[in-house]
């Protein structure tokens, strides 16, 4: 820990925002200086603005209370660097809020010291949206968002101006490829249902508060995941594995999330995963190679049925 006392009082800062309360020693030993020395800087801060809160107790300790003035803004390198590169890449978060960013980021320049307006210069980000159109207006991220929070039901339109609003219960939003996605257990239907924001026009007042439900798996990311490949589970419902005769630089550009392994100069080991066995016998097939082994048996009997439709189509066509 260095011991300059702009860079300690950085660190101190820091160390008050990430937790609600601090024993004044577990700060001196986490500042590496004396309780003493801890005092002095929490008076420091308090002088720029900050409102830290002594805290009664056994131990002692400080608390960073939310003030109602905007104290002289502070951050490390590292914090400087994550903000920026989080601006620069706002356009491709599907929100809505690249004017936002940029102009959010100038301001965040103008207050910055020389040093770290130059570290932030030096990020420069060309952000690629996933998909075109799709992106959501920040009120509607900011309805969506607070009925999320508030565990209250959200009344929404949804696709066809012309059907009846849903009903449901909102749990997680997610982000996947650009787009923004409601996770929310579907009144109507009784069951998870993933719903994409920037077709979602919330209605208003919100409905009653709810009780959370645990996300089967307990995994908000991989349950979606799964959702898009057609299953309940963060796997593909229908996984198998073939030798091809390629080198393995030749198949992984093409094997999505599928695992490559090198078996050689001119063969590899390809496992992957699809909606189906027929879908999956289709994703071996395109590539121009031999299969010289092909597992489970499922796969090996999608595969065949497919050979014969191709073997059908060709002759039909001559």
Partial sequence: MTHRPSARLLALLSLLQVRRDWPAQILAERLEVSPRTVRRDVDSLRDLGY????????????RLDAGSELPPLLFDDEQAVSLAVALRTAAASGAGVAEGATRALTTLR????????????AVQVTPMPAHTGGEVEPEVLVAVSSAVRAREVLRFDYGDADAPPRQAE???????????YLLAWDLDRDDWRTFRVDRLNPRTPTGPRFVPRE??????????AGRFRGSD??????TGEVVLTLPARDVAPYAMDGVV????PDHSRLVLGSWSWAGLAGAVARYDAEV??????EL??????LGERLVRAAESSM
Wanted: aromatic content about 6%.
């Fill in 51 to 62: 409102r830290v809160r002594a805290v009664k107790g056994p131990d002692g300790g400080y």
């Fill in 110 to 121: 103008q207050v910055l010291p020389p040093r770290l307006r130059h570290r932030i210069d």
């Fill in 170 to 180: 909102p749990h997680h939003l997610v982000v996947r490829g650009g787009r923004w």
């Fill in 215 to 224: 996300v089967p798996g307990g995994d908000t990311g991989a349950f979606v």
């Fill in 233 to 238: 589970t963060p796997d593909w419902p229908c």
């Fill in 261 to 264: 392994e090198e078996l050689g």
């Fill in 292 to 297: 010289t082994a092909v597992g489970p048996s």
């Fill in 300 to 305: 090996r009997d999608a595969m065949a049925r």
